[in-house]
């Protein structure tokens, strides 16, 4: 982004003056979604001069967009499913992601994989991964990150002493990269908007308008309001994930696309429980556990399991727990248990049903298909090649249309907060000086913000007490939670502690000992009184409660009978027949 387009803010006001827009005048697009999916269709769409309306039922990155590995990954485990297009494509989108279009959210990450097979074993995953170093060059980029390695199991413990040295002969390491998922989505959302697209979440698609056959347009219920409205588009774009068959049948479509949802389980534990300088790939009967760095803490992952229940708040079982503890201890000299683990989350993965009942071997690759004129649907997938996605969405898009549609740019366009990065990050120090912060609060602004870290420090410099760490979190500045409801779209309690920061599983107390300071920085831009922020802890309080409870059930079914206990601060709307 430009200094002088600057970049567009989503907070309260925006919201509205977006929806009183989409309701207004017919768009080119309107896009159902506002995961990673339906966030990079609205960047596309808008970057190629179109018209585009964008909704989410919940909060931006609510569903698999803020649970997944937090990974930007060719995937090394469809090398051996001889998937290489799949890999090659990934690869050259890790490479535009850590090099052009978001530095400041995508960073390097190593990974040890430890060898347990004599002979075999080190050529066989050797080759592999001079593959996956090949694969990882693109026209006009390098991979972006170091090549593999061959060490030595003496080597390898200098680099992770917390290894078992009897669970393993030697090592490769190798490097990928990894992104906050949630933040992401949202700064893929803001570049849309200020590239003119109308975004607004809490608005839920409740219908559809219809001349004949053709879909024009969705009616929508505020869920924050209570209104309804009509979106009046030449196209609707359907990128819900795991929602996909669900819209299909609102729309009475003839069933082109199937997805199946897949849980995948994370633990978060703290920095110092594992004693390592590199993050750990292993192998599991079904699939990979990834023990990943993620600032003071380790998130490992995942599981690979079918889900039919409640997609919304997908359920992590004591089984699910158990099976990620097992696996990881298998090679750890000091091994975790479930006291050392401060957060736990479930995701789902939206895969493209094939003939296997087994989800591991689901497809990861998408689909774009008309299942009735002026609707276009996009699934499957994955989170790294989220653009590829929307690019091929977009191009369905504009076949619909009558007119001509410029080629898609996103492969130039810097997401918001990327132009200037490095040299602010060169500045750091003096930065510090001037703001007053220390160093390390400035690096992990930039991380967090890049070159939007001056809209940060202007909160700062307004209310000086906004420099402060909230209290019991202390990773986060206070002006995080003002500057997550005035520039970040959030809305209620469970976005911030949740989504825009990651306090619900980065503290042991999950979030319960910030809520209320929290929600008291949040009352103002919102306009809440004492009853909303009292009301607003309750909930969160309430859904803690419930997550921990059903972490320690023993089914998918028990787990998700008592998640569902806890209500939804905003009531989801019934969809209305068509």
């Not at 530095?103 to 080190?122: I, S």
């Amino acid at each position: 982004m430009t200094a002088r387009m600057g970049t567009a803010r989503l907070g309260p006001a925006e919201r509205s003056a977006a929806l009183e827009q989409m309701g207004s005048a017919e768009l080119d697009v309107v896009v159902i979604g506002g995961g990673i999916v339906g966030a990079g269709v609205a960047l596309d769409a808008a970057t190629r001069g179109l018209s585009v309306g964008l909704l989410e039922a919940r909060d931006f990155a609510s569903g698999t967009s803020s649970r997944s590995s937090k990974l930007i990954h060719g995937g090394l485990r469809y090398l051996e499913q001889l998937n290489f297009d799949l890999v090659r494509e990934a690869l050259q989108e890790r490479a535009l992601l850590l090099q052009r279009i978001a530095p400041h959210l995508v960073r390097p990450v190593p990974f040890l994989f430890p060898l347990t097979h004599l002979g075999w074993e080190r050529p066989y995953v050797g080759a592999g991964l001079v593959m996956y170093d090949s694969l990882g060059f693109s026209f006009g980029f390098t991979r972006g990150v170091p090549g593999h390695r061959h060490l030595s199991r003496r080597r390898a413990l200098r680099l992770a002493p917390a290894l078992r040295r009897t669970a393993f002969s030697g090592a490769v390491q190798y490097w990928d990269a990894q992104v906050d998922d949630a933040r992401y989505v949202m700064t893929v959302l803001r570049t849309a908007a200020t590239y003119g697209a109308q975004v607004a979440s809490r608005a839920q698609v409740v219908g559809f308008l219809r001349e004949g056959e053709r879909v024009t347009g969705v009616r929508v219920r505020d869920l924050e309001a209570g209104a309804e409205l009509e979106v009046r588009a030449r196209q609707v774009v359907n990128a819900t994930g795991v929602w996909t068959d669900d819209i299909q049948e609102l729309v009475g479509g003839r069933g082109q696309i199937h997805v199946r949802a897949s849980k995948g389980v994370h633990l978060v534990v703290p920095r110092d429980r594992i004693h390592s300088l590199t993050g750990i790939i292993l192998r599991t009967e079904k699939s990979v556990l990834f023990v990943i760095p993620w600032g003071r803490h380790w998130i490992i992952g995942t599981t690979d399991t079918r889900w039919d229940l409640d997609r919304a708040h997908p359920a992590a079982s004591r089984a699910d727990i158990d099976y990620v503890l097992e696996h990881v201890n298998a090679v750890l000299s000091v091994p975790l248990t479930r006291d050392d683990v401060e957060g736990v989350y479930a995701g789902l993965r939206p895969l493209l049903s094939g003939e296997s009942e087994e989800t591991s071997k689901l497809s990861r690759e998408h689909v774009v298909a008309h299942p009735v004129p002026g609707l276009v649907m996009i699934a499957g997938g994955k989170y790294t090649t989220y653009r590829v996605m929307a690019r091929d969405a977009v191009d369905a898009v504009a076949h619909g249309l009558d007119q001509r549609v410029p080629p898609s740019c996103t492969d130039r366009v810097p997401l918001a907060g990327a132009e200037g990065y490095q040299a602010l990050w060169n500045s750091r120090h003096r930065m510090a000086q001037s703001s007053g912060l220390h160093v390390a609060r400035i690096e992990h602004l930039l991380q967090r913000y890049g070159s939007m870290i001056d809209e940060v420090l202007v909160l700062i410099e307004r209310d000086p007490s906004l420099a402060r760490p909230l209290t019991g979190a202390d990773d986060h500045l206070r002006a995080e939670i003002v500057y997550a409801v005035t520039h970040e779209g959030a809305r209620h309690l469970n976005d911030v502690l949740t989504r825009r920061t990651h306090v619900s599983i980065e503290t042991f107390h999950r979030g319960l000992a910030v809520a209320e300071e929290a929600a008291e920085l949040m009352a103002g831009p919102l306009g809440w009184d004492g009853e909303q922020i009292k009301r607003e802890v309750e909930y969160y309080t309430k859904r803690v409660e419930a997550e921990r409870l059903s972490q320690e059930q023993d089914t998918d079914h028990e787990a998700d009978a008592i998640r569902l206990g806890a209500p939804e601060i905003v009531p989801v709307a019934t969809p209305d027949p068509v």
